[in-house]
Nanobody
Framework: QVHLVESGGGLVQPGGSLRLSCAASGNIFSINAMGWYRQAPGNQREAVAYITVGGSTNYVDSVKGRFTISRDDAKNTVYLQMNSLKPEDTAVYYC?????????WGKGTLVTVSS
């Protein structure tokens, strides 16, 4: 079992920045990739970014050039640095871990971009 806890959400003005953190615990050696998803009210959950154990990254087109995913293996933590935030980035952001055919999810952290 893998336990994921997100932090770092909050209210930010358009153009601002936030850094989300996802702390992993448990059987983390089973995880092949970590990622961030988001779900806005009335919308389906969408993948935002992921990073593999090898360090490969991928981003949804709408955040390329603005968001950066990274990992600190010593802290078992994955980060999502979000810059130049837009109102359409408002959503609950969920941390995801995938490995051995299983998906693990955090409870989410709310990001609100508004003036």
């Amino acid at each position: 079992q893998v336990h994921l806890v997100e932090s770092g959400g909050g209210l930010v003005q358009p153009g601002g920045s936030l850094r989300l953190s996802c702390a992993a615990s448990g059987n983390i050696f089973s995880i092949n990739a970590m990622g961030w998803y988001r779900q806005a009210p009335g919308n389906q959950r969408e993948a935002v970014a992921y990073i593999t154990v090898g360090g490969s990254t991928n981003y949804v087109d709408s955040v390329k050039g603005r968001f950066t995913i990274s990992r600190d293996d010593a802290k078992n933590t994955v980060y999502l640095q979000m810059n130049s935030l837009k109102p359409e980035d408002t959503a609950v952001y969920y941390c995801n871990g995938y490995g051995n055919g299983k998906d693990y999810w955090g409870k989410g952290t709310l990001v609100t971009v508004s003036s």
